[in-house]
C-alpha cells in the first residue's frame, strides 16, 4: 500500500497531461511538408496548431520573420509556466530547478546586449522568460544601466557567486564564452546537488542529468575534434556525467575521428549510443553528428521515462522535445527566410 | 461454536447474522477495490480529457470499468441474503 496515496493520483495526473501534450507535438511528416513551404506559409501553418494565441495577439505588432521567432518565444515561455504551475510537489521542485536554465540564457543575453549598448526594447525580443526570473524580474534587469549593475541586481540567485567571480574578466575581454561556460557548469552541478539532496525521485532525476552531461560533453567533444581545437579540454567539460573529465581530456587527445569514435565506443554501455557513434563514423558535417546525438538522448529519456512512468522524466522528456519543437521552427523560418533549400535544412532539425 | 445450551432458534439467527455480515463484507471491501482502482484511471482520465476534450467519452468509460468489481461484491451479497 505505500504506493497508494493521494500523491501518486497527483502525479498520474501530471504526467498524463504531459505525455497527452506530447503527443500534440508537431509530427516528423508536418515538418516534411514544412520543409516545401515559404516563411508566410509556414507562419499560417503554425498558426493553426499551437501556436494560434500567439500568432494572433503579435500579428498586428510583428510580421514576417520577427513574428515567427517571438510568437514561438511566446509559446515557449507560456507553455514552460504553464507546466511549472500543473506540476505537484516535489516534481515541481525538480522542473524548477531544470527550468533554471533560462535564467542563465537570458541573463547572458542581458549582459551581451548592454555590454554592446542595444537598445532594452531590442534585448526583449530575443528573451525568453521560461524560467524563474519572469517578465518583470527581466524587465527591471533590462532597465539597469551597466552590465555590473545588472549583475548586482541579481544578488541572491544561485548562479549569482560565479557571475560576481567571472564578469569583471569577460568584461575586460569582451567575450562571455568563459562566464557562459562556468555558469552552465555551475547548473549542472546545482543540478545533480538538488537530485541527490534526498527528495524523493531525484535518483530518476539524476540518471536524466547524467545523460544530459553525457551528450553535451560528447557533443562537445565532436565539435573540438572538428575544429582542430587539442588544448587543454578539461575545463570546458562539464563533471559529474559517467564520464570524468580527465577521461574525457584522454578522449579529446585522440587526432583521426575513426580512432576517436572506437575509443568513445569502449567506454559507452547504452546500446542505442553505440549505433548512432557507428552511424556517425561516415558523416562529415558537425551538425548532423550533433543531431544524432540529441536524438539518441531523447530517444534514451523516452525509453526511460516509460520505465518510470509517474515521475519526473515523461515530464523532462515533453520540455525537451517541445524546446527543440521550437528550436526547428525557429531553423526553419530562418533557413527560408535566407532562402535555403529545404534539403540543407532538413539535416539541421531535430525529429 | 454451539454449547449445549442452545436452542434451534439460536443457531438460525446466528447463520442470518454472519450471511449478513459476509454481504456487508462483499460489498464494503470490493468498494475500496474498485475505489483504488479508480484512483488512478480517475487521475488519468482528468489529465487527458484537460488537455483533450474529445478524450472525456473514452476516459469515463475507462474510470468506470472498475466498477465491475464492486458488482461482483454486490451480486454476491445478494446470493446471500436471499
Known sequence: ?351 | MVDVGTTLEMVQASQAGMSAVGAGLAVGLTGVGTGLAEMGIGAAAVGATAENRDMFGLALLFTVIPETIVIFGLVVALLLLF
Open chain 1, 1 to 351: 500500500m505505500a504506493g497508494i496515496s493521494s500523491g501518486s493520483a497527483q502525479y498520474i495526473y501530471a504526467c498524463t497531461r504531459l505525455r497527452v501534450r506530447r503527443s500534440l507535438l508537431i509530427p516528423r511528416e508536418d515538418y516534411l511538408r514544412m520543409l516545401n513551404m515559404s516563411l508566410p506559409e509556414i507562419t499560417r501553418f503554425i498558426g493553426e496548431t499551437n501556436y494560434r494565441s500567439e500568432i494572433d495577439e503579435l500579428g498586428t505588432s510583428f510580421s514576417g520573420i520577427d513574428l515567427v521567432e517571438e510568437a514561438l518565444s511566446w509559446n515557449l515561455a507560456k507553455e514552460y509556466q504553464s507546466i511549472l504551475e500543473l506540476v505537484p510537489g516535489e516534481l515541481k521542485y525538480f522542473t524548477a530547478s531544470y527550468l533554471r536554465r533560462w535564467d542563465i540564457q537570458n541573463v547572458v543575453t542581458i549582459l551581451r546586449g548592454k555590454l554592446q549598448g542595444m537598445r532594452p526594447g531590442k534585448i526583449k525580443e530575443v528573451l525568453i522568460p521560461a524560467g524563474r526570473l519572469n517578465k518583470v524580474a527581466l524587465d527591471r534587469l533590462l532597465a539597469e544601466e551597466s552590465p555590473e549593475r545588472v549583475a548586482e541586481a541579481l544578488k541572491g540567485e544561485r548562479f549569482y557567486p560565479i557571475l560576481e567571480r567571472e564578469l569583471p574578466r569577460a568584461i575586460e575581454t569582451g567575450s562571455f564564452a568563459h562566464l557562459e561556460n562556468e555558469l552552465y557548469k555551475g547548473y549542472y552541478a546545482r543540478l545533480l546537488a538538488d537530485a541527490t539532496g534526498g527528495i524523493k525521485g531525484g535518483d530518476i532525476f539524476r540518471k536524466y542529468i547524467e545523460l544530459e552531461i553525457d551528450t553535451r560533453n560528447i557533443q562537445n567533444l565532436f565539435r573540438l575534434q572538428a575544429g582542430r581545437v587539442h588544448e587543454d579540454v578539461r575545463e570546458l567539460m562539464i563533471p559529474g556525467g559517467s564520464f570524468s573529465v580527465e577521461e574525457l581530456q584522454r578522449l579529446s587527445t585522440v587526432e583521426d575521428r575513426d580512432e576517436f569514435i572506437d575509443a568513445l565506443k569502449r567506454q559507452v554501455r547504452m546500446t542505442p549510443l553505440l549505433n548512432t557513434l557507428e552511424s556517425i563514423r561516415g558523416k562529415s558535417a558537425i551538425h548532423e553528428i550533433e543531431v544524432a546525438l540529441t536524438r539518441v538522448q531523447l530517444e534514451q529519456m523516452e525509453r526511460m521515462s516509460k520505465r518510470y512512468p509517474f515521475s519526473i522524466l515523461p515530464i523532462l522528456v515533453y520540455l525537451e522535445e517541445k524546446k527543440y519543437e521550437v528550436a526547428n521552427l525557429r531553423a526553419l523560418a530562418r533557413g527560408k527566410e535566407v532562402g535555403l533549400p529545404g534539403e540543407r535544412l532538413q539535416g539541421y532539425l531535430v525529429m
